[in-house]
Every structure is written in C-alpha cells, then in structure tokens.
C-alpha cells in the first residue's frame, strides 16, 4: 500500500520511516536547546549574584 503526494507514490514504511527520523531530529534539537536554556539561566544567575555581592566585596578591599 502506497499513498500519492504530488504525483509520488510513497510506501507506508518509508513514510514511517520519516516520521519517525523527523521526530528523533526535533527530540534531540528540543534536548539541546533545554540544555543550552538551563546552562545559560546559571551563567546569568552567577552572574547577578556577583554583581548583587561586589559591591560588600568591594567595600572591604
């Protein structure tokens, strides 16, 4: 069995197969993207916290 996209005659499987293929691509963009989120709300937070901290550093210097 076969479904026609633009005058193509595509297979289940290999539909499947792609659909497949696509969504393993968007799971491992989404995981990446969540990990470069997480690093960069630490980096940021680090970041505040310094600034917030700085100026009773500074102080004592």
Known sequence: MAIEVVGVQIPLWLLFLIVILVLFIGWKLIKFAVKLLIILVLLF???????????YLSSWL
């Open 45 to 55: 937070s680090i970041l505040m916290i310094g600034d917030l901290i700085w100026p």
